[in-house]
């Protein structure tokens, strides 16, 4: 794989693996009848920083990565592309707060991301890069022209480092599109994701609220009240 030195690998967070990628069995019969298209979300948000196409194809990630199940909702519901779509107007993922400039190399992840592209890039040149790809081994076909079945294999192939992408390390881009989805679905709602907390509700945080001291240690009995938003919104 070409420029490793450049783009060391960012640390995976284990909250959440189990939702990383669904087997490929599975793939067909869930996301056909989960999918949710760009333009049904177009509706609801006009994105600035990415594209149509980007746009596309960030949706149909976070449909993979986190999809509506049993568990609870997924990303897309929960207004995950959203969130990553301001997420990318920010200081933080223009890299305008760090130190971007060489040298460039590897090193140990205790001191942090150290390659050349900020976040929206890495993201963005990613995408340009799997399309690239696909069209090599799907015919001409772009990421967001595959089944679901493909489309999973790829992004577990991302996942695992095996699709040596030329222009950025596949592991690297799939670890930061992993934890802006998981970002997005976790956040505050006032930063576009976790539309209505629903992600709080799923897993039993109560949000901002001033005291739950009492409920701390308990395991055997979920927290009684609703979760409260940093504006004060009661879900």
Not at 98 to 115: L, N
Request: aromatic share 14%.
């Amino acid at each position: 794989m070409s420029n490793d030195r450049d783009y060391p690998a960012v640390p995976r967070r284990s909250f959440l693996k189990s939702f990383a990628l669904i087997p490929a069995a599975q793939a067909g019969m869930l996301f056909e009848q989960r999918r949710f298209t760009a333009d049904a979300a177009a509706a609801q948000y006009t994105p600035v920083f990415f594209n149509q196409e980007e746009w596309q194809f960030l949706h149909i990630a976070c449909d993979l990565l986190i999809p509506h199940d049993e568990h609870g909702p997924g990303a897309i519901e929960l207004g995950v592309p959203e969130f990553i779509d301001r997420h990318m107007q920010t200081p933080y993922a223009a890299g305008d707060i760090w130190y971007m400039h060489g040298p460039y190399q590897a090193s140990s992840t205790h001191f942090g991301y150290q390659g050349r592209l900020p976040l929206r890039d890495i993201l963005r040149v990613g995408f340009r890069a799997i399309d690239e790809h696909c069209g090599w081994n799907y015919a001409g076909k772009k990421f967001i022209q595959l089944g679901s079945v493909p489309q999973s294999m790829v992004l577990t192939a991302a996942e695992n480092g095996t699709l040596l992408l030329d222009t950025v390390p596949d592991t690297v881009f799939f670890n930061c599109l992993l934890n802006e989805v998981r970002n997005g679905y976790f956040a505050d709602p006032q930063y576009g994701g976790n539309k209505g907390m629903g992600a709080w509700k799923m897993i039993g945080y109560p949000g901002l609220r001033a005291d739950y001291i009492d409920w701390v240690k308990v395991r055997d009995r979920p927290y009684p009240m609703p979760p409260v938003n940093l504006a004060g919104k009661r879900g």
